[in-house]
């Protein structure tokens, strides 16, 4: 059986768009993993800890047949291969990957909570989501992302980047 799945990208030590751009040339060698859309890149403050570096940040849809979990470890093993260190929440990262939904799955498990928490507050998520999938239906607030998104009520600076992908 096959999912559909949402992956944010998100980095802001280096390269920031290089490592972006490994982090899904390594999904798509993956051989349960087929990208099937990628967002710009855009360049975004920092969320929640805000004395680092802007990141750069887009959003994937993939298809696999792996569960939620195994597709979990999968983007933590591309994390872990590409050398990202878990110093600190909203700390400054080579890369991070964050399953966002998988499918119209709610799941609430010790270390996997899907939808990923705060998408709706999320400006650096929703505009890349925008491109590749305003329909999609957040399967908690019965919200399309192009609803969330017309919400928003923040002044967070998020700028495409042009020939991104």
Known sequence: MSHIAFIGIGSNL??????????????????????????????????GKTDQ???????????????????????LNIEQEMGRERREKWGPRKIDLDLLFYDA????????????????????????MMEIAPD??????HQTIRVLQSKLKDDFEVTRLPDSV
């Not at 040339?25 to 403050?45: D, E, G, N, V, W």
């Not at 993939?62 to 470890?73: I, K, N, R, S, V």
């Not at 498990?109 to 709706?120: C, F």
Request: some cysteine; hydrophobic content about 45%.
């Open 14 to 47: 280096g390269d920031a768009p290089g490592h972006c751009r490994e982090a899904i040339a390594r999904m798509k060698a993956h051989p349960h993993l087929a990208i099937h859309a990628t967002s710009s890149f855009y360049k975004t403050q920092p969320f």
């Open 53 to 75: 570096d802007w990141f750069v940040n887009a959003v994937v849809q993939l298809e696999t047949g792996l569960g939620a979990t195994d597709l979990l470890h999968v983007l």
């Open 105 to 128: 799955d709610v799941i609430r498990r010790e270390q996997l909570e899907v939808p990923h928490p705060g998408i709706a507050q999320r400006r650096f998520v929703l505009d890349p």
């Open 136 to 141: 999609f239906m957040h399967p908690t607030l």
